[in-house]
T-cell receptor, first 113, second 113 residues
Framework: AQSVTQLGSHVSVSEGALVLLRCNYSSSVPPYLFWYVQYPNQGLQLLLK??????LVKGINGFEAEFKKSETSFHLTKPSAHMSDAAEYFCAVFPGGYQKVTFGTGTKLQVIP | DTAVSQTPKYLVTQMGNDKSIKCEQN?????MYWYKQDSKKFLKIMFSYNNKELIINETVPNRFSPKSPDKAHLNLHINSLELGDSAVYFC????????????FGQGTRLTVV
């Protein structure tokens, strides 16, 4: 069975500062990994995903994440936070086949002007 | 055009009632899902259908019954609603199960009073 741990249910950064949202996973097989963003009263939107190949993945809105197998991590970063980045962020892991996607518990990002 | 649309967006109902939530996707995807997001934003899969066939059925009370009349539609019927059913229900779809870049609907906020 797989699991996802997101460290920090709330993260606050100043506008223009680095954003770092942490995600660690466990999976019995090499998984697919995802980051989703949820704005208030909205559904989830895919930010980026890792399937195979390059371990540094670039997504929308200037976000990127690096898959580190040795650390079983897939942390999300953005060099400079913008007010519009304030939202809930979910990390998810998928082992493949007909298995389910498991989501982390989410990290709420607050951007302080 | 909305990719994944679900109706209604808000649903307030009394305990013991039966209600349905409808979902349609116009992306030509093979796989559709229902997720439940509780008040703490925890997101959990309930059901998954691939080409109208049920492939994932998590531990969900049998008061919840999904129905997929065709691969573009996945409806959720809930019998004998309970207070604990209050949550946001998300429909999602993906091209196929091995590519779970899921596209989410806007959610249905169900409140049981």
């Amino acid at each position: 069975a797989q699991s996802v741990t997101q460290l920090g249910s709330h993260v606050s950064v100043s506008e223009g500062a680095l954003v770092l949202l942490r995600c660690n996973y466990s999976s019995s097989v090499p998984p697919y990994l995802f980051w989703y963003v949820q704005y208030p009263n909205q559904g989830l939107q895919l930010l980026l995903k890792y399937t195979t190949g390059a371990t540094l993945v670039k997504g929308i809105n200037g976000f990127e994440a690096e898959f580190k197998k040795s650390e079983t991590s897939f942390h999300l970063t953005k060099p400079s936070a913008h007010m519009s980045d304030a939202a809930e962020y979910f990390c998810a892991v998928f082992p493949g086949g007909y298995q389910k996607v498991t989501f982390g518990t989410g990290t709420k990002l607050q951007v302080i002007p | 055009d909305t990719a994944v649309s679900q109706t209604p967006k808000y649903l307030v109902t009394q305990m013991g009632n039966d209600k349905s939530i409808k979902c349609e996707q116009n992306l030509g995807h093979d796989t559709m899902y229902w997720y439940k997001q509780d008040s703490k934003k925890f997101l959990k899969i309930m059901f998954s259908y691939n080409n109208k066939e049920l492939i994932i059925n998590e531990t969900v009370p049998n008061r919840f019954s999904p129905k997929s009349p065709d691969k573009a539609h996945l409806n959720l019927h809930i019998n004998s609603l309970e207070l604990g059913d209050s949550a946001v229900y998300f429909c999602a779809s993906s091209l196929r199960t091995v590519n779970t870049e899921a596209f989410f609907g806007q959610g249905t906020r169900l409140t049981v009073v």
